[in-house]
């Protein structure tokens, strides 16, 4: 009876139950690409798929400055009103980034990015971060709302966009400019959906006074003189790859592995970003309750190990083979790599959820440093697998190996600060 009983409380907990709506739209999310792989893997070649990574790897480390941080105060604000103020903060904070990545990209111009391969397609570059400032702003604040049921829709409404969109492009040959035109509209779809969660919120965020926003940048300075050091910091370990491989010149690899990453991340981290849109929430509200929130992060852990072991083993066991005939036998050289980033993602998948705790624990401090140490660890083995070895396999050995140790790390320090 209790045995019942306490399965009875487990399925019907808000915290599950949320979990399982995002979760029914990460499904889809995960389902359309891999479904379409095979399709979009003779369409276009690794080198194509390099051309892509080439813009979303910048893209996605400006992305993490758009906001300076400041949409982690619309959770941590206890007040309506507060995260309120703090929204806007986010949105300023873009449009600024956004107008200082403009200048950037006409400096760059001439020298370097009119040369690459997305070429003119980098001058999208500050609408990319302005985007990428609104879609955070409003994540955080549908979270917030417990939104999720628009959270997981736009989910999918993205992927399904971007997917419908390659594969026409693909047939009509439009070859890398196909990638890069999908996933441009994808943004636009992200962006378009998540400025109509503001608008619908629009009657709680009413435009707040001068002295107000300078007194939510002083309660939450350590966003962005700790969190946003530590999240530039991790974004450009995750890109070091591709700009290595670019350095080197071998399109073709960096399209397998960029390839390799999305497509073994998929199965693993379908559960996982659920989870951690759910966990961000339900945690802070218990640790600021009871002064811990371990026991939830122990069965969080655990859950997320779960979901992401047997894909892991799976891919470890058969990538190659699964990659030469799913995706066509280009791609034999992305089943190579995704064997080897299998394990460091399965610890991806369990840690970063956790890491939010830094964020509501007020342990911004701790989470910088163990990121600047992250960083010199990941540099120092880029550096040997680019500069030293000077191998495309030795560039994604040493990337893998490497965060392996830094999420190990991360994960003990996440159960330190839980609280007892």
């Known amino acids: 009876m209790m045995a019942t009983d306490t399965f009875r409380r ?8 949320n979990v399982s709506i995002l979760s029914s739209g990460s499904a889809v999310s995960m389902a359309v690409p891999i479904l379409a792989a095979p399709v ?41 009103r507060g995260a309120s103020v703090a ?29 690459s391969a997305p070429g003119a397609w980098f001058t999208l570059l ?3 971060v302005a985007g990428a400032g609104l879609v955070a702003t409003g994540q955080f604040l549908a979270n917030r709302h417990r939104m999720y049921r628009q959270i997981a829709l736009v989910q999918v409404a993205q992927v399904l966009t971007t997917v419908a969109l390659s594969i026409l492009l693909g047939l009509l040959d439009w070859g890398a400019n196909g990638l890069l035109a999908a996933y441009a509209l994808g943004q636009a779809v992200l962006i378009g959906a998540y400025a109509r969660v503001l608008a619908r919120l629009q009657p709680t965020l009413r435009w707040p006074r001068a002295a107000r926003l300078r007194v939510l940048v002083r309660r939450h300075w350590k966003f962005p003189a700790f969190t ?24 073709g690899t960096l399209g397998a592995f960029t390839r390799a990453r999305q497509l073994v991340s998929l199965p693993m981290t379908m559960i996982g970003q659920s989870v951690a849109q759910v966990f961000r929430r339900e945690a ?9 929130c371990r026991a939830l992060m122990r069965r969080t852990a655990g859950w997320l190990l779960a979901a992401g072991l047997g894909p892991c083993l799976l891919f470890m066991a058969f990538a190659p083979w699964l990659f030469a005939v799913y995706l066509g036998p ?43 140490g992250s960083a010199v660890l990941i540099a120092l083995a880029i550096s040997l697998g680019w500069a030293v070895i000077g191998t495309a396999m030795a560039v994604i050995w040493a990337f893998a190996l490497g965060y392996g140790v830094v999420y190990l790390i991360y994960l003990i320090s996440t159960f330190k600060v839980a609280g007892p």
């Open 284 to 292: 802070s509200e218990l640790y600021h309750e009871t002064g811990s």
């Open 228 to 251: 946003l050091p530590a999240g530039f910091s991790s974004e450009i370990n995750m890109q070091a790859p591709v700009f290595a491989l670019t350095a080197l010149g071998t399109d």
């Open 126 to 128: 500050p609408l990319s």
């Open 10 to 17: 487990l399925i019907t907990s808000p915290f599950l139950r």
């Open 87 to 115: 929204a806007w903060l986010g949105l300023l904070s873009a449009l600024v980034t956004s107008v200082a990545t403009a200048l950037a990209v006409a400096a760059l111009w001439v020298p370097v990015l009119a040369q």
């Open 330 to 372: 280009d791609w034999r050289e992305a089943g190579e790599i995704a064997r080897i980033l299998a394990p460091m993602l399965l610890l991806r998948v369990i840690v970063s959820p956790l890491t939010t705790v830094f964020f509501f624990t007020d342990n911004q401090a701790l989470d910088l440093k163990l990121m600047l």
């Open 40 to 80: 979009l893997g003779r369409l276009y070649t690794p080198a194509d798929y390099g051309a892509l990574a080439q813009y979303m790897a910048p893209a996605a480390v400006l992305g993490v400055l758009a906001c300076l941080q400041f949409q982690n105060a619309i959770l941590a604000e206890r007040t309506g």
